[in-house]
């Protein structure tokens, strides 16, 4: 079955850090490419994605392109603050099979000191 | 700003006990799904709902029994509570149509059972 292999455990990093989280998947056909970030007392939050070969998603300062020979959708930030400090899920969704069934990675942990 | 509402947020209760959990979207979204989150934030997905219908069933134990009465309201409930039930239940929604399209978390309902 589909699966998403992501950075694990936690992350440390001072203020004004590079962040790279990474995330490889594994699916049948072509997926759509999802990272989420969830901040403690509250649910997972969108935070962008990517549907093809060599799309960019980003928001907030965070990006990662979708690589499909490396089957691989990176999370990176170039310079990371305290607030950045949650849980992020790389997940994808398959496509066109009629599949629900989203997969989420096991979420890697952010903690940011300032 | 919240469109996916959970109830209750806590909820404590003792094995053997039934507990229901309640959620609703105001999403104008056609499905529904129900998320188990352990301690170590693992992300499983337990149901899922398209327009009332039953979609999706992962291997949970029979005590689990998902209800919807709409498209916008996906009821959960667990018949007799064991240990291994404590976990943060995260009720979500999204929109088909599109294969990448997002999905939309509240907040959760975090569940004891001591």
């Known amino acids: 079955g589909d699966s998403v292999t992501q950075t694990e455990g936690q992350v440390a990093l001072s203020e004004e850090d590079f962040l790279t989280i990474h995330c490889n998947y594994s699916?049948?056909?072509?997926?759509?490419l999802f990272w989420y970030v969830q901040y403690p007392g509250e649910g997972p939050q969108f935070l962008f994605r990517a549907s093809r070969d060599k799309e960019k998603g980003s928001s907030r300062g965070f990006e990662a392109t979708y690589n499909k020979e490396a089957t691989s959708f990176h999370l990176q930030k170039a310079s990371v603050q305290e607030s950045d400090s949650a849980v992020y899920y790389c997940?994808?969704?398959?496509?066109?099979?009629?599949?629900?069934?989203?997969?989420f990675g096991a979420g890697t942990r952010l903690k940011v000191i300032a | 700003e919240t469109a996916v509402f959970q109830t209750p947020n806590y909820h404590v209760t003792q094995v053997g006990n039934e507990v229901s959990f309640n959620c609703k979207q105001t999403l104008g979204h056609d499905t529904m799904y129900w998320y188990k989150q352990d301690s170590k934030k693992l992300l499983k997905i337990m149901f899922s709902y398209n327009n009332k219908q039953l979609i999706v069933n992962e291997t949970v134990p029979r005590r689990f029994s998902p209800q919807s009465s709409d498209k916008a309201h996906l009821n959960l409930r667990i018949k007799s509570v064991e240990p291994e039930d404590s976990a943060v239940y995260l009720c979500?929604?999204?929109?088909?149509?599109?294969?990448?399209?997002?999905?939309?978390f509240g907040h959760g309902t975090k569940l004891s059972v001591l």
């Open positions: 997940a994808l969704s398959p496509f066109n099979t009629g599949n629900y069934k989203y997969v």
């Open positions: 699916a049948s056909g072509y997926p759509a």
């Open positions: 979500a929604s999204s929109s088909t149509g599109v294969s990448n399209e997002r999905l939309f």
